[in-house]
């Protein structure tokens, strides 16, 4: 039995939550075009933003940022 828990001021169960953070994650990993625009996903800097994505492992926000700016520094969108 799944138990509730509060996400962003919403009520989800944690089979809930445990699927919406996975599907953020492959969010981060799948940067796309759009036109001519390549559009990345991108957690947010706050504080719940980073608990969320940092959940499981430390850094990652920052590691998720690193790689965004790694790629447009080096002139690869990540598209």
């Known amino acids: 039995m799944s138990e509730l828990v509060e996400v962003g001021g919403h009520c989800m169960t944690t089979a ?9 994650a492959r969010s981060i990993d799948s940067p796309f075009t759009f036109e001519s625009v390549c559009v990345w996903c991108q957690p947010h800097t ?4 980073q608990n969320n994505r940092n ?8 590691e998720d940022w690193n790689r965004l700016k790694r790629d ?8």
Do not use: F, T
């Open 55 to 62: 959940a499981h492992a430390a850094n990652r926000v920052a």
């Open 16 to 24: 809930e939550k445990k699927e919406m953070l996975e599907g953020i």
């Open 46 to 49: 706050g504080a719940r933003g």
């Open 72 to 79: 447009v520094a080096n002139g690869n969108s990540g598209c």
